[in-house]
Nanobody, 116 residues
Framework: QVQLVESGGGLVQPGGSLRLSCAASGFTFSSARAKWYRQADGKERELVAEITPAGERLSYPDSVKGRFTISRDNAKNTVYLQMNSLKPEDTAVYFC?????????WGQGTQVTVSS
């Protein structure tokens, strides 16, 4: 059974940091391209970070460039999203996704709220 389970979300003050984790199981994670998306209330889902199976980080959107970093540990079947200098506009539900053998698997999402 394929599973992606996110953790690490929560409430943080502007300027703070959070690290999201996504643990994968049920498929060959080391061969999957991994991604983080976010969806704010009333907005479309947005891709914020992507990493290849070998660990190459693909381009980030301008909204998070220089603040967010994606990484992965294939030995732990886990992908991470380090988020620094958080802003209120980063508030959203964050989802991880894994693309493997022409299919995309999704986690259930974790809420990140940036507020003072």
């Amino acid at each position: 059974q394929v599973q992606l389970v996110e953790s690490g979300g929560g409430l943080v003050q502007p300027g703070g940091s959070l690290r999201l984790s996504c643990a994968a199981s049920g498929f060959t994670f080391s061969s999957a391209r991994a991604k983080w998306y976010r969806q704010a209330d009333g907005k479309e889902r947005e891709l914020v970070a992507e990493i290849t199976p070998a660990g190459e980080r693909l381009s980030y959107p301008d909204s998070v460039k220089g603040r967010f970093t994606i990484s992965r540990d294939n030995a732990k079947n886990t992908v991470y999203l380090q988020m620094n200098s958080l802003k209120p506009e980063d508030t959203a539900v964050y989802f991880c996704a894994a693309a493997f053998l022409l299919r995309t698997y999704w986690g259930q999402g974790t809420q990140v709220t940036v507020s003072s």
